[in-house]
């Protein structure tokens, strides 16, 4: 018995020993750690920590900002920039993607880096704004919660595009010809048919892009260090500190943005299920 | 000029001349059948008469106005997709509504013509259903009376039937020529199916290879094939070279090819007098047909196949040589290849 069912799935087993070491165990390990104190006695005191103490709100509540409208806008620009895919001929669709591709990949410290170039209180866009008397853009703070903001949505527009493309490919011409045959123009198509149509996937990856931006770290390190409360920088902090380490502490503010994830994507799900369609 | 006319229609996609000089002429409120083999332009000559495709050369009339250059919306055309491309987030009623929602008439407007296009299709019962819970046919006349509701100058459709099977398939060609009479609308239907256009159409317009080969009525395409093709395509004609029809019966006729349907082949009968061929053959293969038994005969070089009633004596049998007679005035002569 045991043997045939390991014979049978035995091509999945590494995927679920990867899982179970490195997602399932360090989880585990973080609930249990963010209910002791640091005698290893049970405990509430973290979570009380994390909801009372203004730092820790301030971080949750910047996250939370910064997730969600930097997710809605790189949302709105890669639904608008896919919807013009297919006006492109097949050869700058080709460009296009591998383009997209290695865009997708450019995060973290290098990405930091390229925005403190151009947009740095140095940068080379910057000095030319200043030059040019350019003021809206001269006084552009890249280390602040709009400059924040300007890097987050570049880096989930190109993630943004990768994960709609699929769903585009399920938005029918013939439903788009019949509706401009019933004298409906392209808007009142989007409206009335295609969105809807297209929303599961669109929340889909508004789920992930919130995901990515909730738990990215280093680019938001480089930028801002601690002089803006982040999420994932304070959890950081809790395991690097200089003068002590919290691991407890980091273990309650690791579960509170797992939380926080989770209700996005239950949030989201329970939306894509209300508005998913059976196809004909 | 008539109601709907092309007028040296050209459509070319690269290398491909998709369409080659079409000329047309429809007379208001007759359901003319383009009939062909996949790939002939039938469907691609139907998307330009919508405007989903520009045409590269020609003009199309309707009603007077030329409409070569009109943009989708303002054609007056309706269209039914041969996968219907009904939207699958409104239900049968806001299907049906969608285009009277753009135009924006009031409320009661949408309701009551929605609701009498419901009666005329027979789907009143299934109008709060979404698309996936219906069957292929209710899908086909919620596409039908979706584009209908529109009151369109000329109704186009793309082989609606192809994906149903054949009992749906006859039922639904009844209920489009009654509709298509009761509303007096002039119809396109786009098949590959002879048959289906014998049975639903005033007008044919055979086409192949992006050329229209021949045109009548059914009867008229039935009974007197121009070309081979034609001849080939529909009534599964037989053709023989005139040699091999003179080696047949001994008759020399001057043409490409001499032609006669399966049914004009009788077995011989001492009452078949000077107005007809005679000649023995074999029997190679036995079709039962259900209504009707096809038999492959042969004879020398030629080989052909003849239709029986399944009611007329007992079945030959492989193998059997018999004398045959085929009445002189059912042989056609073609004269193109």
């Keep these: 018995m045991i043997r045939k069912f390991f014979s049978k799935y035995k091509m999945i087993i590494p995927f679920f020993i990867i899982v179970g070491f490195f997602e399932i165990v360090p989880i585990g390990n973080m609930l249990i750690q963010s209910f002791l104190n640091a005698e290893l006695r049970f405990t509430f005191n973290n979570y009380v920590t994390v909801f009372t103490k203004p730092v820790y709100l301030v971080a949750i509540r910047n996250s939370l900002f910064l997730s969600f409208i930097s997710s809605f806008l790189g949302l709105a620009i890669a639904f608008l920039t896919v919807l013009s895919i297919p006006l492109l001929s097949a050869r700058l669709r080709g460009v296009f993607l591998a383009m997209l591709n290695m865009l997708s990949n450019f995060a ?71 509706a401009y045959l019933l004298k409906a123009n392209s808007f009142q198509f989007w409206i009335r048919v295609g969105i809807p149509m297209f929303l599961p996937s669109l929340l889909g990856t508004f789920s992930m892009l919130f995901a990515n931006a909730l738990a990215a770290y280093a680019t938001a390190y480089l930028l801002v260090v601690t002089n803006i409360p982040l999420l994932p920088i304070q959890i950081a902090n809790m395991y690097i ?28 799900n329970f939306l894509k299920k209300r508005f998913e369609y059976r196809r004909v | 000029m008539a109601f709907l006319e092309l007028r040296g229609l050209n459509k070319i996609y690269g290398k491909n001349h998709v369409l080659q000089d079409i000329n047309i002429s429809i007379p208001e409120g007759k359901l003319i059948s383009f009939l062909g083999p996949s790939g002939c332009g039938k469907s691609t000559l139907l998307r330009c008469i919508a405007g989903l495709e520009t045409v590269s ?80 046919g209710e899908q086909q006349r919620v596409a039908l009376a979706r584009a209908l509701i529109m009151k369109p100058k000329v109704l186009l459709l793309d082989e609606p039937l192809s994906a149903l099977d054949a009992q749906l ?80 019966t001994g008759c020399r006729l001057e043409a490409a090819y001499l032609a006669f349907r399966p049914e004009v082949v009788k077995l011989s009968e001492p009452e078949f007098g000077d107005d007809s061929y005679f000649f023995s053959a074999a029997v190679k293969e036995v079709n039962i047909h259900g209504n009707f038994i096809r038999y492959v005969l042969l004879a020398g070089k030629a080989e052909f196949s003849m239709d029986i009633l399944s009611d007329l004596g007992d079945p030959l049998l492989i193998g059997e040589t018999r004398q045959f007679a085929i009445r002189k005035d059912c042989v056609l002569t073609i004269h193109e290849s």
Excluded: C
């Excluded at chain 2, 989708?72 to 987030?89: A, C, E, H, T, W």
């Excluded at chain 2, 509303?183 to 098949?191: G, Q, S």
């Design chain 2, 169 to 248: 398939r006859k039922n639904l060609q009844n209920e489009i020529r009654r509709i298509q009479r009761q509303l007096r609308i002039t119809t396109l239907f786009v098949t590959h199916d002879q048959s289906e256009a014998m049975a639903i159409s005033d007008i044919i317009y055979l086409f192949n290879i992006g050329k229209i080969e021949s045109s009548g009525s059914p009867i008229e395409i039935y009974m007197s094939p121009k070309t081979e093709f034609a001849a080939r395509f529909i009534g599964n004609y037989n053709l023989l070279t005139s040699e091999i029809f003179s080696e047949l």
């Design chain 1, 241 to 268: 500190g200089d003068l002590r380490q919290r691991p407890e502490l980091g273990s309650a503010l690791s579960i509170t943005l797992l939380l926080i994830m989770l209700l996005v994507i239950w949030i989201t």
């Design chain 1, 108 to 178: 973290g410290l290098p990405l930091a880096f390229a925005f403190m170039i151009i947009f740095g209180s140095s940068g080379v866009l910057i000095l030319l704004a200043e030059e040019i008397g350019f003021e809206s853009l001269a006084n552009f703070q890249l280390y602040s919660i709009p400059g924040l903001v300007a890097v987050y949505v570049y880096f989930q527009i190109p993630l943004g595009i990768l994960l709609l493309l699929p769903g585009l490919a399920g938005i029918k011409k013939e439903w788009q010809e019949a």
């Design chain 2, 57 to 136: 050369d020609g003009k199309i009339y309707l009603d007077n106005k030329d409409l070569t250059d009109v943009p989708i919306q303002k054609r007056d055309v309706g269209m039914v997709f041969q996968n219907y491309s009904l939207f699958p987030n409104l239900t049968v009623f806001d299907n049906i509504a969608f285009g009277l929602k753009i135009r924006k008439e009031a409320k009661e407007v949408i309701a009551r013509d929605v609701n009498e296009m419901l009666d005329l299709v027979g789907l009143t019962h299934k109008k709060d259903r979404f698309p996936a819970f219906l069957s292929g």
